[in-house]
DNA sequence: CCTACCGATCGGTAGG
DNA sequence: CCTACCGATCGGTAGG
C-alpha cells in the first residue's frame, strides 16, 4: 500500500497530532479535531496510522531516543563530572529546542500510554535520571560537588528541563546554548554571591 | 437542600475526584469512574456538585489560594532576600505536603479549565511567579545574589517546586521543611564546592 | 481519501 | 440517591 509515498504524510499527520496534543490534551482531543485540522475526514486518518494511541507513541518513544542519545555521547567523553553535567543539560536542552511541541507532548502527555508501553516509557525515564544522578554522585566523590543530596539535585534538575518547553517561547527567541549554559551555571555554581 | 449536611460529602466526592484525576488524568475520568469509586450511580454525583468542571475549579482555584496566602506572608516579614526566598520555598513546599494529590491535579490538570477560569487562574499563577521574581530582584540589587538571569532562576525554582508532588513518597516518609530547605540551600547556595 | 456506519461511552437532566 | 433516559461524541471499521 505505497508505505514509502505515505511516509511523508505520516509525518504530517504526527506532527499536527502533537500540535494538539500540546495544546488541548491527549485525551481531549479527538481524531475528528485531528482530521479537520489537516483537512481531511477522520476515517481517512487510518490509511497513515493505525491508532490514536500509536501517534502518542510515536511522539514519546522517538524523544526519548533522542535524549538517551545525546546522554550517552557526553557519558563516552572524558570531561569532568561538572563539564559532564554541563553538556548533559546543554545535550538535553539541545534535543528539546529541535521541536518544542514533540518536547511538551513526552513531558506532559506520555501518562496516556497504555501498558506496556507506559511501563517501558518509565523504565527509560528512570533510567535516564538516574545516568544524570550517577555523574551527579561521581562529581560527589571527586570532590567537585558538595554533599547534596542527590535526589533531589536530580529531581531539581529534570524538572527544570522539562518545564522549559512550557516557557521558551516558540518563536526562537531564546538561545538553548545560552540558557542551558545558564542552567548549568546556577546549578553547579549556586546563584548566591561568592 | 440542606447545603450543610451536603458539604462533607461534597468533601468527599471532590478528593475522591481529585485522586483519580491524579492517577488518570481530568480528561479520561469519567463521572461513571467517579461514581463507582464512591459506590454511587452517576446521577447522584450532580445532587453534590454541578459539573465535572466544578470539581476541578474548587481543587485549583482552592490550592491558588493557600499558595497565595502563604507568599503573602513571607512578603510581610522584614527577612533578608535570602531569607524570603527561602520562606516563600518552605511556605509552597508546606501547602503542597498538606495534599499532595490536590497539588498534582493544581499542576498538571488546570488547564482543562474552561474559560474564563482558565484566564484567570494563568493569571494568579503569572502573579504568583513574579512575586517570587521580585525577591530574587530584590536579593541582586541588595547584593546578596549575583546577576543571574532572574527569569531562568524563578522558572527553575517554579518547577522544581511544581515537580514535587510528582516524586514525593505519598507515605509521608519526606519531611517537607528537610526537602525545603535542601532546595533553597542548593539554589541558593549552589551545589558546587566553595 | 471518501461515505456510511458501528457499539460504546460521554456529561448531564427529569422526576421521583 | 435512584431509574430511566437524552443528544452528542468517541475511536475505529467496511468497502470502495
Redesign the interface.
Known amino acids: 500500500m505505497a508505505e514509502v509515498e505515505n511516509l511523508s504524510r505520516k509525518e504530517q499527520v504526527i506532527r499536527k497530532a502533537a500540535a494538539l496534543f500540546q495544546k488541548n490534551?491527549y485525551?481531549?482531543t479527538s481524531m475528528r479535531d485531528l482530521a479537520h485540522a489537516l483537512g481531511i475526514e477522520a476515517a481517512s486518518l487510518y490509511s497513515h496510522i493505525k491508532s490514536k494511541e500509536e501517534i502518542l507513541q510515536s511522539l514519546c518513544f522517538d524523544m526519548a531516543r533522542q535524549f538517551r542519545e545525546s546522554l550517552e555521547n557526553v557519558e563516552k567523553s572524558n570531561a569532568s563530572y561538572?563539564e559532564k553535567l554541563r553538556n548533559g543539560i546543554l545535550g538535553h536542552i539541545a534535543v528539546m529546542a529541535k521541536d518544542l511541541t514533540a518536547s511538551a507532548v513526552f513531558m506532559?502527555e506520555h501518562?496516556?500510554l497504555s501498558q506496556p508501553y507506559l511501563r517501558d516509557f518509565l523504565l527509560m525515564r528512570i533510567n535516564y535520571i538516574n545516568r544524570f544522578k550517577h555523574i551527579?554522585e561521581g562529581g560527589i566523590k571527586s570532590?567537585?560537588?558538595?554533599h547534596?543530596?542527590t535526589?533531589?539535585?536530580v529531581?531539581?534538575l529534570?524538572?527544570?528541563l522539562?518545564?522549559?518547553p512550557n516557557?521558551f517561547e516558540p518563536s526562537g527567541l531564546i538561545d538553548p546554548e545560552k540558557?542551558g549554559n545558564?542552567?548549568a551555571?546556577?546549578?553547579?555554581?549556586?546563584?548566591?554571591?561568592?
Open positions: 490534551g485525551s481531549a561538572s506532559n501518562r496516556y551527579i570532590g567537585e560537588f558538595s547534596i543530596d535526589k533531589l539535585a529531581m531539581t529534570f524538572s527544570s522539562n518545564w522549559m516557557w540558557v545558564q542552567l551555571d546556577m546549578l553547579i555554581g549556586g546563584i548566591k554571591t561568592k
